[in-house]
């Protein structure tokens, strides 16, 4: 099923994200949903968080034919090398992308949604993708890395749009 996405300002999207308890078919069905919903958007990633649902999920995939999706629920970052800067953008704040900088390389210790641990490296884009999740997670969305000029520039820009519609 797609699912509406929260889009910024939405407070919302400052919600952190409790970690997941139970694993079940619930669960399961929510990850499906968010591959879906990531799928159609379309996007690379997409965080519980961004689709009102606060716990710490997220559903990742940078094939360029959907054929690498990774479920990462409860992730933690336990290591982090190097430096990238990067184009973002985000489905929660359609139709604009900034540089951002990230760690180049991550080692992140997670489970998936049938509750079973696993690692993963990462790096380049994978990594930058999920460290931009992660950050739905705790609230933290990719606007915020951002001088204080280009967001207050974002906001002017959103409200405008909004006056649009």
């Given at each position: 099923?797609?699912?509406?996405?929260?889009h910024y300002?939405?407070?919302r999207?400052?919600?952190i994200a409790?970690?997941v308890?139970v694993?079940?078919?619930?669960l399961?069905s929510?990850v499906?949903?968010?591959?879906e919903?990531m799928?159609?958007a379309?996007?690379?990633?997409?965080?519980a968080?961004?689709?009102?649902?606060?716990?710490?999920?997220?559903?990742?995939?940078?094939s360029?034919?959907?054929?690498?999706?990774i479920?990462l629920?409860?992730?933690?970052?336990?290591?982090?090398?190097?430096?990238i800067?990067?184009?973002?953008?985000?489905?929660s704040?359609p139709?604009?992308?900034?540089?951002v900088?990230?760690?180049?390389?991550?080692?992140?210790?997670?489970?998936n949604?049938?509750?079973?641990d696993?690692?993963?490296?990462?790096?380049?884009?994978?990594?930058?993708?999920?460290?931009?999740?992660?950050?739905?997670?705790n609230?933290?969305l990719?606007?915020?890395?951002?001088s204080k000029l280009k967001?207050s520039?974002?906001?002017?820009?959103?409200?405008?749009?909004?006056?649009?519609?």
């Amino acid at each position: 099923m797609i699912l509406p996405i929260l889009h910024y300002p939405d407070k919302r999207l400052r919600t952190i994200a409790k970690d997941v308890d139970v694993f079940d078919e619930s669960l399961v069905s929510l990850v499906d949903d968010m591959f879906e919903t990531m799928y159609e958007a379309p996007g690379i990633g997409l965080a519980a968080t961004q689709i009102d649902h606060h716990h710490r999920v997220i559903v990742i995939d940078i094939s360029d034919n959907k054929s690498e999706p990774i479920c990462l629920v409860n992730p933690t970052i336990t290591d982090k090398y190097g430096e990238i800067e990067s184009e973002e953008g985000c489905l929660s704040v359609p139709e604009y992308f900034e540089l951002v900088k990230r760690y180049n390389s991550i080692e992140v210790k997670t489970k998936n949604q049938h509750g079973e641990d696993f690692e993963v490296k990462a790096e380049g884009m994978l990594s930058v993708c999920i460290q931009h999740e992660i950050d739905h997670l705790n609230g933290i969305l990719f606007v915020d890395r951002l001088s204080k000029l280009k967001q207050s520039r974002l906001i002017k820009k959103t409200k405008k749009s909004a006056k649009q519609l």
